[in-house]
């Protein structure tokens, strides 16, 4: 009878236990999470992940689970899923999937249906897709326990796809629970960087297991022995292992403790259970150990050569010794109890045993693929690791060709880059290699530079291109171009852009006269450097040539390419008619080519175009769709920040702040370090700022800030601080910011991008000159008027040549009529039907905030030019409750002291003019009603600190404190909400 090595009971991990359990809940009432346990090798988390899988069983939860195989180097791409979607399938979820999404999932278990081919670009992030969709259909029906084991031996991919559907979680009730061994990894082991970018989700959650305490580690004992410990046995174990349950377990297994002396390691211990075992069976595991953790019963007899009765015998005593078990998922075959079994099998082999059995194993695996439990895609990755173990390199070349191939079939590219490596390797020890792969040294670089490329590792891939570069002869032009344009591609995607204008300028040359779809390429290279670093005459002259080539010699891709980079020039120009139809033939031969990574930018960008255009719905509606077709092809991760920004921008422009709000929370939930965010950031800050949230819209500016930005990204970084100095009274910062952001431009009367920001910069510059008329300041008058003068006259130049270029959109007819309108007001001469034309501007663009702005504006500029007031009454009232309908508490507070001045009394009838509205108090100090009564009596506060004998900077923190408490967004405001609410003095009002 077999001994007992393991205790049948569970021991300890309360604590941890509860944890598991209430993740389990969650997941069960339709909470999605991701939890990992880490710990030493043999400190239980094994049997801490069997744990959670038997607490799913008695709360209605499906558990699923997988295993990352330390064989082949990493080279067994999608091992635990293999497994994970084998088990799905049986179930039977996969049934209801529709066909293309079956096809992606045959990629990884060829009986699910014929396998999808990988496309270019796109084809790992549909099968990531299709796990999540199969994973989202599977919990749709009961909740699911997803477990990986050994997260530490990894593949690039499995890491890839955990982090992808880690952070695409939505509401669909699946837990993935995974174990590592994080402590004793290499610093630049990927998964501590994944595991520091998934511990930012509010879904994450990190148990560490420790060793267990004497008390516990007597449970275990006695689970295992039947019986409580004797006293002596029990310290004598506990002071051995320290705690380690394995450990224990070992020493317990190797007869009576007390009887001798103990090993004094765990490899020690292990050495002496294996020692233990019949000569035969020591033999078979050590084959086993060679092949992997799991291994198949055929496998061995062939590898091992055992006849099959005694091979049946040797098995029977390894696992009724528990060295090995019989498993049944994912194939029939036998693994190792643990990790720690097999590494000390292994290490009791020469190295010509072990070069030996490496070898049989290969030979083995290429006349018979069946006895691969992994399929094709593991099977060419063990064969090539193998032969590279027997140090046969003439066959490693080959097999590690075809695990290229196989690996770029499933979207395995980190597996396929590591292949592609192991060629790089061998290469200068292989006679006549290049005639073996059918590739010179250049083209295997190449090669590698494209698989690292697809993997995500384009600072590699820059340089693996270079590498090839210089294996070329000069005069070999035609291969040296074609790297040239990978090699940009490469640079643009690691952000390095003078790495990529250097390639530009080495590749014209060749190809400047070329009437080819490389050259047609290269313009559209060039046409995008030029437009990122704003120089958008140039950009597009670039694209219009790239444009005409490709027409000229048929090169679709490439003309879509080219079509794309001219709607981005376009729309920076204002250019918005022209945009669209670039836009539009671009969209038309992408969903010929049915490439979605390119189909997913391209699409924002058309929503780019129509948010310029004014078309907030439509732009709205693309960007949605363009999350559609990014979630379901895989590449959100890439393009989802991005298209997730532009919803948001539209949600603010249309007023459905609620909804805008949800949207970046959950961006910012991303916690993503990316370019992208920049836009996320200063999104924030406008809503931010436009619902009197300063303190928090000075956070997302100084977040922004911290992005390196040039040309049109500068601009957008700066737009939103521009909003949020002017608003808040702030006009040196807010006219110093608008300076800045003329500067950045290199174009700025052909620069769109200005628009907004001259626009908030002329009102703000109205705001201080109209401050510094009442307080009779003629010197702040002329300087104020001069910078909004300034400004007013680029922004006018770069409006009209927009319209005459293309007759752009209501967008830049609205901008045109509120800057003229705020130019009234910058002159000291408000004029209403300048303001009613605005009005009428912004009701055709449906902004609820512009539109409410320019009714109170529009009601100011009736009250000045001396009309009765009930003139303004009804532009007042209605601003009104767009402002409290949107809880654009600046603008309310704004328009009640306007109101309050007036004594029109907004809650009303239409028509009725009466008491102003009154408020009832606020929170604000005694110190604070102080310095806002001077503040309303027109002192700075330099005057205000010495009239109170406080510093500048103190009184500038009471300032701030009060208008944070009354929502306003300059200290005029707050002086004004406060006398409004009765807590100060009404002001004298200065004509």
């Known amino acids: 009878m077999p001994r007992r090595v393991s205790s049948p009971i569970f021991v300890g991990r309360v604590a941890e236990r509860a944890a598991l359990s209430a993740a389990l809940e969650r997941t069960a009432a339709g909470e999605p999470g991701i939890t990992l346990i880490s710990g030493e090798a043999g400190v239980g988390k094994t049997r801490l992940l069997t744990e959670a899988s038997t607490l799913s069983a008695h709360m209605g939860v499906t558990a699923v689970g997988g295993i990352c195989v330390d ?7 999608y091992a635990p899923f293999v497994d994970i979607v084998r088990d799905l399938h049986r179930g039977g979820y996969t049934a209801s999937l529709p066909p293309p999404t079956r096809a992606e999932l045959g990629r990884l278990i060829p009986e699910i249906g014929p396998a999808r081919d990988a496309a270019p670009g796109g084809g790992q992030g549909r099968l990531f897709a299709a796990v999540r969709d199969l994973l989202a259909v599977a919990s749709a029906s009961t909740p699911i326990l997803v477990t990986i084991e050994d997260l530490h031996w990894a593949d690039a991919s499995t890491l890839d796809l955990v982090t992808y559907l880690a952070r695409s979680m939505q509401n669909d009730p699946w837990l993935l629970v995974a174990t590592a061994r994080i402590d004793t990894l290499n610093r630049r082991h990927p998964l501590l960087g994944i595991v520091a970018e998934l511990a930012r989700l509010p879904s994450f959650e990190r148990i560490d297991l420790g060793r267990f305490d004497e008390g516990e580690l007597i449970q275990q004992l006695t689970g295992i022995l039947g019986r409580v410990p004797e006293p002596g046995l029990a310290r004598e174990v506990f002071e051995r292992s320290d705690g380690n349950a394995f450990f224990a377990e070992e020493l317990v297994a190797t007869g009576d403790v007390l009887s001798g002396p103990l090993p004094t390691s765990l490899r020690e211990v292990l050495a002496a259970r294996l020692a233990a075992l019949d000569e035969v069976t020591q033999g078979i595991v050590r084959v086993a150990a060679v092949a992997g953790r799991l291994v198949s019963h055929e496998l061995l007899e062939r590898v091992a050569g055992t006849p099959s009765p005694a091979l049946i015998a040797a098995l029977r005593e390894a696992v009724d010794q528990r060295v090995l078990l019989h498993v049944i998922d994912p194939a029939p075959g036998y693994a190792f109890r643990h990790a720690l079994v097999r590494e ?21 695996l290429e006349h018979d693929g069946a006895l691969s439990p992994g399929g094709e895609l593991a099977r060419t990755g063990e064969i090539a690791y193998h032969a590279m173990a027997a140090e046969d390199l003439a066959r490693a070349l080959t097999a590690s060709l075809a695990a290229v191939a196989a690996a770029e079939a499933a979207s395995a590219h980190a597996e396929a880059e590591v292949h592609l490596d192991r060629i790089l390797e061998i290469w200068p020890r292989v006679p ?3 005639a073996q792969v059918g590739m010179d040294h250049p083209d295997l670089l190449a090669r590698t530079a494209r698989a690292a490329a697809a993997a995500g590792h384009q600072a590699r891939s820059v340089e693996l291109a270079h590498d090839a570069l210089a294996g070329l002869h000069p005069s070999d032009t035609e291969r040296r171009a074609t790297i040239l344009l990978d090699l940009f591609d490469y640079a643009w995607e690691a952000a390095d852009i003078e790495g990529a204008e250097r390639v530009v300028l080495e590749a014209m040359p060749m190809l400047r006269d070329e009437r080819s779809a490389r050259s047609a390429q290269a313009f559209a290279a060039e046409a995008l450097l030029q437009w990122h670093r704003g120089r958008y005459t140039n950009a597009r002259g670039a694209a219009l040539h790239g444009i005409a080539i490709a027409r000229d010699c048929g090169a679709r891709q490439e003309l879509a390419l080219a079509l794309t980079v001219a709607g981005q020039v376009y729309t920076h120009l204002g250019e918005t008619v022209h945009a669209e139809e670039s836009f539009a033939e671009a969209a038309g031969i992408l969903e010929e080519a049915g490439n979605p990574d390119v189909r997913a930018r391209s699409t924002r960008f058309r929503a780019w175009t129509q948010y310029m255009h004014g078309r907030f719905e439509e732009s709205l509606a693309l960007n949605r769709l363009g999350l559609e077709v990014a979630r379901r092809e895989g590449s959100d991760g890439r393009y ?3 298209l997730l920004d532009g919803t948001l921008e539209n949600l603010i422009e249309l007023g459905r702040w609620a909804e805008a709000r949800t949207v970046g929370n959950h961006i910012l939930a991303r916690m993503t370090v990316s370019f992208e965010m920049l836009y996320s950031h200063m999104s924030m800050a406008r809503l931010d700022t436009l619902q009197g949230r300063v303190t928090d819209a000075e956070h997302e500016i100084a977040q922004a800030a911290e992005i390196p930005a040039v040309g049109p990204h500068r601009v957008w970084q700066l737009e939103d601080a521009i909003f949020l100095a002017y608003a808040t009274g702030r006009h040196t910062d807010g006219r110093r910011l608008a300076e800045s952001a003329l500067a950045a431009s290199p174009e700025p009367e052909r620069d769109a991008t200005l628009w ?5 910069a002329i009102g703000g510059e109205a705001d201080r000159a109209d401050a510094a008329r009442r307080r009779r300041r003629i010197a702040e008058v002329d300087e104020a008027v001069a910078a909004g003068r300034r400004f007013a006259a680029v922004f006018r130049r770069s409006a009209h040549a927009a319209i005459e270029a293309d007759g752009a959109g209501p967008m830049v007819r609205a901008e045109l009529r509120s800057a003229d ?10 004029n209403p039907a300048l303001w009613a034309a605005a009005v009428d501007a912004r009701r055709e663009l449906e902004q609820p905030w512009e539109l409410a702005y320019a009714r109170y504006r529009h009601a100011e500029a009736i009250l000045g030019s001396g009309a009765p007031a009930v003139d303004a009454a009804v532009p007042l009232r209605e601003a009104h409750v767009a402002a409290d309908g949107l809880g654009a508490a600046p603008l309310r507070i704004a328009i009640e002291a306007l109101a309050s001045r007036a004594r029109i009394q907004l809650e009303s009838q239409p028509g009725s003019v009466g008491p102003a509205v009154t408020r009832p108090a606020t929170t604000l100090t005694a110190r604070e009603l102080e310095v806002l009564a001077l503040v309303a009596a027109g002192h700075t506060n330099r005057e205000i600190g010495d009239r109170l004998f ?7 923190v009471h300032v701030t404190h009060a208008m944070d408490k009354l929502g306003a967004l300059s200290r005029y405001e707050a002086a004004a909400a406060a006398t409004r609410q009765g807590l100060l003095e009404p002001e004298t009002k200065t004509c």
Do not use: N
Not at 71 to 77: D, P, Q
Not at 347 to 364: P, V
């Open 71 to 77: 064989v082949a180097a990493g080279t067994l791409a």
């Open 344 to 364: 000390a099998a292994s290490d009791q082999l020469l190295a010509t045993e072990r070069i030996a059995i490496h070898r049989a194993i290969a030979d083995t």
């Open 432 to 434: 006549a290699a290049a």
């Open 640 to 642: 989802g920040v991005h």
């Open 756 to 760: 907004w920001s001259f626009l908030k």
């Open 821 to 830: 309108a705020e130019s009234s007001r910058l002159e000291g001469r408000p």
């Open 950 to 956: 406080i510093s500048e900077k103190t009184v500038s």
